[in-house]
Every structure is written in structure tokens, then in C-alpha cells.
């Protein structure tokens, strides 16, 4: 994990460093002059060599002090923490019905192999894939919020529990729907490979009912492939959640890095990609730890 | 009443894509006796598993079944789905040729035994499990009661069978149908399954189905025989009948081109032989081994360790090798034999420079002295490569499948400068392949359109492209049907005389290597147990574990006469 | 010497290459051939792909920015606009004499007559068009036409660099493995512990947009998918062994894995290069649609679904409409040939 880390640390400084914009010109912003330039470049430390600036990035890495934004002048430490939360109220309720929806569906899908449901369910996934999810949200804000006003359209309280009941649920719902085609492929692909395994074969030989050899059989089998499945699809998840900040002006971590990118807000950008990166490797040490509890096989170092 | 399953004029079919459907059986009858052993035999594409899978219903969807099977009076292609269920496990079971995934990884042994037992004498769980400890100790396999909840993995190959065997007799089945069961399996343990299956069937009164290739096993234990082919039966009856005085060609081919640890023909009989009713001398002069000669090869003292990573600073290792010396000389075979884990196929490898050598020399003859290839140059190495060269065990992995035969032929031509233009090399394989038994417009097919038998004779034509000294078989008959490994091994015997080659010859198949070999290695967990000529090494054995080797090899077909026409 | 030498020896080079007998990729060909599905997908890719090359040629849709219509035109189907909201009230009443105090009264006439003589057709906007206007006034087809060329480019374009930067270090990292695999798993976990879209947009902020970018952005994001399915394909192969066989007659490393190697795994690199040109196409349209991908005077069918929003709730669905339509069009086709071509490649070809 730990030169995993080294690596992003050191790409996210080369990436900013050479191939970024001067960050003195940024901050100086239009109509500067050159003095102006070369005042905050002195205080940002830009005129010193760039070992001298890795190992001050570095040092900020490791001490969590990012500074503050170029924009806001918010610090990024609180930036980061203030919109986590919102993050998570929509990353996770996601994530959960993703997978309670998709693992039936999946199954069921597997079970009637080979018949009309099947091939049906194929081809109107594969369509529903084809269309790109912006289209989904686009009609989706537009019917459920404007049209038939279920939902507000945008919107984000400081109250958790009523997020969950009025804001969350039109984004959440949007983004399981246009998840559930893949997810569900994906599913009914790993049922079939373990169906066609020889010890299949010897269940129905025992004189298990196909029924038992699918739900106990199949699918304990079918949860290894399922939670690598999960735990690298986790970062992923990520992706829906922004766009879906950006759509319903959630005050998430997604819609912030945006809103850093369309400003060159390099703090902020740079601190995101580490912390998510660092998020990234915790979710795939509990990954491990939890094919321990599905595969038997498995021996942890 | 004597019979339990009568099968009358059985046909399956297979459903390919937009093909024409394939029959794999085609219209077959026989009936299993009631408290005996009844063996299916044939080659690969005969249709035996085919046949017994379909008395279970147990075949894909794809297969088209007619016919009928008789069991307590009804047929059972008739049969509901949920009568087949009833019986599946309780009146009849099948234990498979693949332990290791025939078992399911993720429950343990004795939750896999238990469910059998309360899917059908709907016991209580902890009844089940005691049941399951009883059944694991009947079986023979040690601490039970600690095994009954280890996983699958956790177990060896020959333990892993004696589950499944467990699991097929819990309910006390009337019908044990066991597909190819120890045919994945060492020797020495093959014998410790056949002896448990037999006493099994003794004192549980079962019927049992054995569907095998091996016919010396099938003289070991069965009481009646059934001989397929190409989905037909060609011959059934009492074992002793048959084997004694086999009607149909086909058997008797089957039955004399095994080699045997008792005589030593100077050339094996194949199949074609009794097709075509040709007439074998049975007083021909036999084979005998010879020891004398040049030696072209010497290894001394060889050695390869294995360095397993256990983490970030521990290092384990394991030795596959230990210390092996021997010598190759002109023209002899020198077998080495073994069985799997001894660590035989990764002398051949290592000497070859395929694995990286932890100790020792290997001195190959030249002109300007001997050279030890272990200590060459990656470029020094390649120039010797041509005269030292391997057939590997698997036919269908050993050709590249993207490249033509020609292709195949012609690389190694062309890296050694063999043939001044390609035509000349396309001329010189035409003429490999006609030596090896293939006709040359082969050159411009692709290797699946060829059998087993057939890939492994390219594969010895490529390594003749370059003219070798010595050839290394690595198990190189091991997985082709037995009359065509009669073929090969005749093939392999011509050209040595036609060449002069030495090879080596690695096998885990004693009475394979003690018919081609002039002397015999006996290796046993990386070091060489035993040497001596191969009469010798049959009549007078040393070491005790040459001598179990011996005794775990099925003796079947001893004492049988050579039938000599057809 | 038999037949063969002689039908090699005197005709040489044509005799061989007419007799090989069906090679793996004719087979698929055949297999394909039979796939009604199939042949229908890739007749509507084809199709695409054409228009697109017709498109980089500017035969067709080079005019997609002109603003030839009113503001938000209908569809041609629909008849124009009527609404009352458009029509802006003319004032009635004389027009008020203001020559007294208007400095400019005296040069009018002059004036009038210099713009007669300079006066241009001013080309009447069109009421209506095939399938309606934005709110410029710009061709919505066209738009999804010139789209279509962006998007395919960007998605091919980025599934062949990305394709070849996974094939080439997958290749590398399973054959050698040692200190080489180790190198490259340590590079692969880095750019695989940054969520994708995160590392997508720290390039794009720091390269700009443009597409020529987002090509890069995406090939250099996109390769680890390809990466990690390669490195195990040719750790499954380097151990086979038509490979050792390949070893012990003496061919050098690059030889085994390119010329060995390669074609082997050729119809897993096919089709995971096709997956990818469905992510990259997707991909590519959220980045336009978010501002981070085709430059400002480019059109993408992410930036029409970008104007689209607004559009919908005045109650103006043909631009969304059109680009969902050519987007699905082409994604179901390219998915379905995709799954053809799987299937075709599938029996005892592994």
C-alpha cells in the first residue's frame, strides 16, 4: 500500500509540475504584470528547484496541511471534510441497492438461461446501456422533478436524515436504474461461468433440486467473483456520484473538484486525487479481508 | 432376478450450433448384473461416459436421448424430473474421474456429505455429520474426525476421491457408477481406490458401473466387460471369456497393444493390425535391452530448487531435484520413471535450459570436447539447441494453433540455417512428414484439425527437422488412447533405429517405459532411488519403493496369449 | 520425392498460400456470415464510420454552424413555430419627425444610398428544419451528424492508444514477471487507486480541453483494463507449452511473445478493444458535456446534450432527442457486434 501511495504522490506532483500552467499566473489571474507574477511566485516557492518542491509537497501530503484553496481561500482539510458527508448519503444507499437489486435479477436471469426472458432481458439492456446516462438524469430531473413534481429538482439540506427522505432519492433512483443494465450482465456472466463448474454436476448427481443448486450451490461460489467485483468497482461509484452532485447541486466531493477544475484550483485537485487515493486502497484491504470470509482458499499474508 | 439396469437400444445425440447433430452413441444394449462389477471400456470418442451419464439424466441440455432404461421396472428417460431427483444419490450414485472440482470449494467435506444424507433420509443435522465422520472412516481416510471439517482444497488427490466416494455410498446406493475414478490418480493410489471400491461393493451388495480405458484394470476387477467404439459396442461378455478369446478385432488390438511387464514384442500391435487381419509372428524374437554404447550425455550431480515467497522477507523453498547423475548413451533409451511430485519432468526441463538449473552439469559431446549447457551463453546455447530437443505430454498445447503445420516445421529449419531457400525447407518437411506417417498436405492445415495422435507426430517431425542426437519424451504417450500410443511408441522405436537417436524417456507409465527403455531410473521425491536395466529392474527389484511400484501396477491382462491373426 | 514437392517446387509462392486451409480468423469470418444479428450490426457501424470519413472529408455536414434557421425551429414534422411569444407587437401610429434635433438627419439619403450599393442578400432564416434548430439556429442533424465524427474519432482513437499502451506493457509484465512485472504492478496500482473520472479530471485540468486532449486523457487512463487482462493472458501462455517448445528450438524472447504469443490472444485484445470504444465514446460525452472536452467551436453530441437541459423545459426536445438517438444508434450497434464477435470467437478457439 505504501509505495502505491509514494506512486500517486509522485504522479499527481509530476502531472501539476510540468505539465500544469504557472499556478502564479493563475492566481495573479488576467491584467497582471510580470512583478505581480514574480511576487506570488516567490511566495508559493515556485522559484526553487523541484526536489525542494517535491519534498514540500510531500511534507504536505504527510501532514494533511494542503493550504487553503486558490479560490475560496477555504482550507482544504475543511473542504474536504465539510462535503464528504453529502458524498456518502449518496454513495452509499447506491451502493447497497446496486447490489440487493442486481443479484436477484442476475440470478433469475441465469436460471431461465437460454429462454425468451433471457434473450428479452439481453437485448434491452444492451439498448438501455446505449444510451448515456446524462440522457437518463436529463429526462429523469425533467419528468420526476419539473413534469410531475415528485422530487425538487436541486437542492441539499444540513440535515442527514431529511437529505435521505427529499433530496436523495431522485438521484439515487436515476443512477440505479441506469446501473442495474450492467450490474445485472455482469451478475447473470459469473452465474453461469460457476454453472458450468463439475461440481454442479455432482449436486444434481446427489439429487439436489435445481433450485438448491443455484441459491446454495451457485451463488455462494458466484460471491467471490461478486465482491472483487464490488471492491474495484467501489472507486467507480465515485464516478456516478459526481455527476449526479453536479446535476442536483449536491455539495459533494464530485461537484467541488469540478467546480476546482473549471477554476485550475490546483490545491483542491491535488488534495482530492490523494485522498481518494488513499480511500481507494482502504476499500481494497477490506476487499481482501472480506474474500477471507467468502473463499476458504484464500490465505491472507 | 439377476439383472438391476437393463439399457436397450440407447442413442444420444448432440446438438452443435447449425451443424449436423452428433451421435456419440448409437444404439446400444447391455444390462448390469445385480451385486457385480460390470466395466465400460473404449478409447477417447467411444461414447462410455456418454452411456452412463445418461442413466442420471445427468447430461447438458443440448443432448438428444432415445431408448430405453430399465431400473424396478420403468424406464428412466421416462421418468419426472422429481422421480429422477429421488433416485439420484440414493438408488444409484457417480463418483467423477476430477475430484479437486468435482467438490464444491467453498463448503467443507463433511457439509457436502451431510446434505446428500438429509436430502434423502432427512436426518438432523448433527445426525448427519456423525454419519459423515462414520462414512469417512469406512472409507479409510485418516483422522476423521478432524478431516470432516477441512475443505477440499485442504486435501490430497487420492483423499479428495475417497470423499466423493463417501458421498456416493452414504444412502446405501443399489448402482455406484464410477467414471474414469482413478485415472487422475498415481499409481500407487489407483490401487489403494480400486481396493476400497472393491470391498465396498463386496459389503455394501452394490452393483458397480466402472467405466474405464485401462483394460489391465478392467482384468483386476470387473466381472462382465463391455467394449465400445465410436458410440457402438463391439464385444460383451464375462471378463474371462473376452479376454481369453476376444471375438471382435477391436478387443483384440485393445487387449495386445498395451505394452506388458511380461513380454517384449519387438514391435507393438495397433488397431489396424487387426482390422486388416494381418498375421504377427508370436514366437518373433523379443526385445532385449542393451546397455553397452558412447555416451553422448552426462549429468552430474543436478540439481533445481524452487523459492516460494511467503510474504515480504520470508523464503521458503522446496527441492525438486536433488542431486540426480546419470548417463545418455548413442542410440539407447534411457527411461525415468516416477510418479507425479518426483520431480522427473523437471530433469527433462532443466536440462533442456526451459528451467533455470540450481546445481550441477550437463556435459553434452561435441567435437571440441565436452560442454557443460548449463554454463553456456544465451547465444553458444541456441547453436546446440538442434541437437538436443523435447516432445511434450500434451498434443493439444505443444503446436502453436495459429500457425500451420509448415510454419511449424519451417522455424526451426530457418533459425539453424537448415535448407538454403524455403522451398527447400517446404521439400524437406514434405519428407519428415511422410517419415512420421502424416501425408504432406498436411503442411497447410492447422493443428486442430488433427487427433492427439496425429499432433504428437508433428511434434517429434519438428524436432527431427533439425536433426537431433538426443530427444527428450516427456511423457510424450502418456495422454494418447492406448492404441494409438502403441502406434507412436512404434514410431519412436523406428527412428531410432533409422537415426540413432537416444532418448530419454519420462514417464509415470512403468509398463510403458520398461517396454521402450534399455535401462530404467526409478525416481521418488527429486533423487534417483533406483538404476538397472529394464529386465532387471522388473524381475529383481531393489529398492522398496520400486518395489510398490511394481505391486500398484493392475495385472490384468498377465498370462494372456498374443492372438496372432485376426 | 511425392506430389507435394513437385506442386511446391514448381509453383512456388501461389500454390502454397491457395491451399492453406481455414485459419482462425476466415472461420470467424464464416461464423459471423451466419450471425443475422450480427451482420446487421456491423452493416449499421460500417455505416457510421463512412459517414464519419465523409464528415473528416467536410462532404457532408460542413456547414453544421451556420445559423440558418430561426432560434429553435421546429422539426419540419411539426410546422413552424406559431406561438404568439415570438411575434412582437408592432407599434401603430405616424412615425414622429425628430430632423430638427437628430444630428445625423441631414446624411440619411447619403446614407441609404451607399447601402443600396453595398447591400447584401440577407438570407431569410428558415422557419423550419429536417429535425429542428438550437437555440443559435443551428442545424440539430447536422449537429448530430458532425457529433457523430467527433465521438467515433475520440472513441476509436483513444481504444487504439490504449489498447496498444495495455497490450504492449500486459505483455511484458506477464511474460518477464520478476522485477519487470513488479514495476509495472506498482504502476498500475497507482493509476488504479485514483478513482477513473478523478484522474480524468486532474488531466484534463492541466492539459485543457481540445480533442486531440481528450484522446490522450482518456488512452492514458484507459489502458489498465486492457493491462491487467493481457498480463494474465500471457502468464497463462508463457507456461504452455507451445511456448517451451518455441524456447527449445531456439526463437529469441520478443520473437515468443510477439510472433508466438500474439496471435494467440489476438481475439481477446478485439474484444476488449471494442468494450473500450464504447466507454471512451461515453466517456467522451460526459467530458463535453461538463466543459472538458471539444474545444468551444466543435460540436459533440455531450455538448448538445449540454444545451439540451436548459431546452427541455421550454419544451424543445429535439436536440436531445437526435443526439440520444444517433448515440444509442451506434452504441447498441457497435455492443451488438461486439457480442457477435464474441461468439464467434468462442468455440475451441481458447
Known amino acids: ?301 | 432376478m439377476t439383472t438391476l439396469l437393463s439399457i436397450a437400444d440407447l442413442r444420444v445425440s448432440f446438438k452443435v450450433g447449425k451443424e449436423q447433430p452428433f451421435e456419440a452413441v448409437k444404439g446400444i444394449s447391455f444390462d448390469v448384473p445385480v451385486n457385480g462389477t460390470l466395466a465400460l471400456v473404449g478409447e477417447s470418442g467411444s461414447g462410455k461416459s456418454v452411456t452412463a451419464m445418461s442413466i442420471l439424466r445427468l447430461l447438458p441440455v443440448t443432448a438428444a436421448i432415445s431408448g430405453s432404461i430399465l431400473y424396478q421396472g420403468s424406464n428412466l428417460l421416462d421418468a419426472s424430473s422429481e422421480r429422477m431427483r429421488e433416485l439420484r444419490g440414493r438408488d444409484i450414485s457417480v463418483i467423477f474421474q476430477e475430484p479437486m472440482s468435482s467438490l464444491n470449494p467453498v463448503f467443507t467435506v463433511g457439509d457436502q456429505i451431510a446434505e446428500v444424507i438429509r436430502l434423502h433420509e432427512h436426518l438432523s443435522r448433527r445426525k448427519a455429520w456423525q454419519r459423515a465422520i462414520e462414512l469417512l472412516e469406512e472409507v479409510g481416510l485418516p483422522e476423521p474426525k478432524q478431516r470432516v471439517s477441512s475443505y477440499p482444497h485442504q486435501l490430497s488427490g487420492g483423499q479428495q476421491q475417497r470423499v466423493m466416494i463417501a458421498m456416493a455410498i452414504a444412502c446405501k446406493p443399489k448402482l455406484l457408477i464410477a467414471d474414469e475414478p482413478t485415472t487422475a490418480l498415481d499409481v500407487t493410489i489407483q490401487k489403494q481406490i480400486l481396493d476400497l471400491l472393491a470391498r465396498l461393493r463386496e459389503s455394501h451388495q452394490m452393483s458397480m458401473l466402472f467405466i474405464t480405458h485401462d483394460l489391465a484394470v478392467v482384468g483386476d476387477i470387473a466381472d462382465q466387460v463391455v467394449v465400445m467404439e465410436k458410440g457402438e459396442i463391439r464385444e460383451q461378455g464375462p471378463v474371462q471369456a473376452v479376454f481369453h478369446a476376444a471375438k471382435h478385432p477391436y478387443t483384440q488390438a485393445l487387449l495386445s497393444c498395451r505394452p506388458r511387464l511380461d513380454v517384449r514384442p519387438r514391435r507393438l500391435p495397433v488397431v489396424a493390425d487387426y482390422m486388416q487381419g494381418r498375421i504377427l509372428d508370436a514366437n518373433a524374437p523379443q526385445r532385449t535391452p542393451r546397455v553397452d554404447g558412447e555416451i553422448v550425455l552426462e549429468v552430474r550431480h543436478l540439481g533445481k530448487r524452487f523459492e516460494l515467497k511467503d510474504g515480504l522477507f520470508s523464503h521458503s523453498y522446496f527441492d525438486a531435484v536433488k542431486d540426480v547423475s546419470f548417463n545418455l548413451k548413442r542410440g539407447r533409451t534411457l527411461g525415468l520413471v516416477g510418479e507425479s511430485g518426483s520431480g522427473k519432468t523437471t530433469v527433462g526441463l532443466t536440462l533442456m535450459r526451459l528451467h533455470k538449473a540450481s546445481a550441477g552439469e550437463v556435459l553434452l559431446k561435441t567435437e571440441s570436447g565436452p560442454k557443460d549447457l548449463l554454463k553456456l551463453s544465451e547465444h553458444d546455447m541456441t547453436a546446440l539447441r538442434r541437437r538436443i530437443q523435447i516432445v511434450f505430454q500434451n498434443p493439444y498445447a505443444s503446436l502453436n494453433p495459429r500457425f500451420t503445420v509448415a510454419q511449424i516445421l519451417t522455424e526451426p529449419m530457418r533459425i539453424h540455417n537448415i535448407g538454403g531457400n524455403e522451398r527447400e525447407r517446404l521439400e524437406l518437411t514434405a519428407a519428415m512428414l511422410e517419415r512420421v506417417g502424416l501425408s504432406p498436405g498436411a503442411l497447410w492445415k492447422y493443428p486442430h484439425e488433427f487427433s492427439g495422435g496425429q499432433r504428437q507426430r508433428i511434434a517429434i517431425a519438428r524436432c527431427l527437422t533439425m536433426r537431433p542426437e538426443i530427444l527428450i519424451c516427456d511423457e510424450s504417450v502418456s495422454a494418447l488412447d492406448v492404441s494409438v500410443q502403441a502406434q507412436v511408441l512404434n514410431l519412436l522405436l523406428d527412428l531410432q533405429d533409422e537415426f540413432g537417436l537416444s532418448y530419454l524417456f519420462i514417464s509415470h507409465d512403468l509398463a510403458v517405459v520398461r517396454y521402450i527403455s534399455d535401462e530404467v531410473m526409478v525416481m521418488n521425491g527429486g533423487s534417483i532411488v533406483e538404476v538397472a536395466d529394464s529386465d532387471t529392474i522388473y524381475r529383481d527389484p531393489q529398492n522398496p519403493y520400486t518395489k510398490r511400484l511394481l505391486e500398484s501396477i493392475p495385472k490384468g491382462l498377465q498370462g494372456l496369449a498374443i492372438p496372432a491373426v485376426a | 520425392m511425392s506430389v507435394v514437392s513437385t506442386s511446391v517446387a514448381t509453383a512456388g509462392g501461389e500454390i502454397i498460400s491457395s491451399r492453406r486451409s481455414a485459419g482462425v480468423w476466415k472461420q470467424v469470418a464464416k461464423r459471423l456470415r451466419g450471425d443475422a444479428l450480427g451482420m446487421a450490426s456491423l452493416v449499421v457501424v460500417l455505416a457510421f464510420v463512412l459517414l464519419s470519413l465523409f464528415v473528416a472529408l467536410g462532404w457532408v455536414a460542413s456547414g453544421w454552424s451556420v445559423e440558418s434557421a430561426v432560434p429553435y425551429a421546429p422539426p419540419d414534422f411539426l410546422g413552424p413555430d406559431t406561438s404568439p411569444a415570438l411575434k412582437i407587437e408592432q407599434p401603430t401610429g405616424p412615425m414622429l419627425d425628430l430632423s430638427s434635433v437628430d444630428p445625423l438627419a441631414p446624411h440619411y439619403a447619403d446614407i441609404d444610398k451607399r447601402a443600396k450599393e453595398l447591400a447584401t442578400a440577407a438570407k431569410p432564416k428558415l422557419l423550419t428544419l429536417p429535425f429542428g434548430a438550437d437555440r443559435s439556429g443551428r442545424d440539430v442533424l447536422l449537429k448530430a451528424i458532425k457529433g457523430s465524427e467527433v465521438s467515433i474519432f475520440v472513441g476509436l482513437a483513444a481504444a487504439v492508444v490504449a489498447t496498444a499502451l495495455g497490450t504492449f506493457l500486459g505483455a511484458l509484465a506477464g511474460f518477464f514477471g520478476g522485477i519487470v512485472g513488479d514495476v509495472l504492478e506498482w504502476f498500475y496500482n497507482v493509476f488504479t487507486a485514483v478513482p477513473g473520472i478523478l484522474l480524468i479530471f486532474a488531466f484534463a485540468a492541466v492539459l485543457g480541453r481540445g480533442i486531440g486532449t481528450v484522446v490522450v486523457i482518456l488512452g492514458l487512463t484507459g489502458w489498465t483494463s486492457v493491462y491487467r487482462l493481457l498480463r494474465a493472458e500471457y502468464i497463462k501462455h508463457s507456461t504452455r507449452e507451445y511456448v517451451l517448445a518455441a524456447q527449445a528450438i531456439g526463437t529469441s524472447r520478443a520473437t515468443r511473445m510477439f510472433v508466438h504469443i500474439l496471435p494467440n490472444v489476438s481475439h481477446v485484445i478485439l474484444v476488449q478493444m471494442s468494450l473500450n470504444v464504447v466507454f471512451f465514446i461515453k466517456a467522451e460525452v460526459i467530458l463535453s458535456f461538463l466543459g472538458l472536452g471539444v474545444p468551444i467551436d466543435s460540436v459533440s453530441w455531450g455538448t448538445m446534450l449540454n444545451e439540451a437541459q436548459a431546452e427541455l423545459i421550454l419544451g424543445k426536445w429535439w436536440q436531445l432527442v437526435a443526439a440520444t438517438v444517433f448515440m444509442a444508434v451506434f452504441v447498441t450497434a457497435f455492443s451488438v457486434l461486439t457480442d457477435a464477435l464474441r461468439d464467434a470467437l468462442d468455440p475451441k478457439l481458447r
Not at chain 1, 504522490?9 to 509530476?14: I, K, S
Not at chain 1, 482550507?75 to 464528504?84: G, N, P, Q, W, Y
Not at chain 1, 456518502?88 to 436471469?109: N, S
Open chain 1, 1 to 301: 500500500m505504501v509505495p502505491t501511495l509514494i506512486g500517486v504522490v509522485l504522479l499527481v506532483f509530476f502531472l501539476f509540475h510540468f505539465f500544469g500552467g504557472d499556478p502564479a499566473v493563475i492566481i495573479a489571474g488576467q491584467g497582471a504584470n510580470a512583478k505581480q507574477v514574480a511576487l506570488i511566485q516567490q511566495q508559493l516557492g515556485l522559484d526553487k528547484p523541484w526536489w525542494v518542491q517535491l519534498w514540500i509537497f510531500v511534507k504536505e501530503v504527510v501532514t494533511l496541511n494542503w493550504g487553503r484553496s486558490w479560490a475560496t481561500n477555504e482550507e482544504v482539510s475543511h473542504i474536504f471534510a465539510t462535503r464528504l458527508p453529502a458524498t456518502l448519503t449518496i454513495m452509499v444507499p447506491l451502493t447497497l441497492l446496486q447490489v440487493l437489486l442486481a443479484l436477484p435479477l442476475g440470478l433469475g436471469v441465469a436460471y431461465v438461461r437460454g429462454s425468451l426472458t433471457d434473450r428479452a432481458v439481453m437485448i434491452t439492456t444492451t439498448v438501455a446501456l446505449s444510451i448515456s446516462f446524462l440522457v437518463y438524469v436529463i429526462i429523469g430531473q425533467w419528468l420526476f422533478g419539473f413534469e410531475l413534481g415528485w422530487f425538487p429538482v436541486q437542492g441539499w439540506s444540513q440535515n442527514t436524515g431529511y437529505n435521505l427522505i427529499r433530496y436523495a432519492p431522485l438521484p439515487v433512483f436515476l443512477a440505479v436504474c441506469v446501473s442495474l443494465a450492467p450490474q445485472t450482465r455482469l451478475y447473470r456472466t459469473f452465474f453461469l461461468d460457476e454453472i458450468g463448474h463439475d461440481y454442479v454436476r455432482t449436486a444434481r448427481a446427489k439429487g439436489v433440486s435445481e433450485k438448491s443448486v443455484m441459491l446454495k450451490h451457485v451463488l455462494r461460489n458466484a460471491m467471490i467473483p461478486i465482491l472483487t467485483d464490488l471492491g474495484t468497482g467501489l472507486p467507480s461509484i465515485f464516478i456516478g456520484a459526481f455527476l449526479l452532485e453536479v446535476f442536483f447541486s449536491i455539495p459533494g466531493l464530485g461537484r467541488e473538484v469540478l467546480l476546482a477544475v473549471n477554476r485550475s484550483d490546483y490545491p483542491v485537485i491535488q488534495a482530492f486525487t490523494v485522498y481518494l487515493a488513499v480511500l481507494t486502497m482502504v476499500v481494497n484491504l477490506l476487499t481482501d479481508i472480506g474474500y477471507k470470509l467468502v473463499d476458504p482458499r484464500v490465505v491472507l499474508k
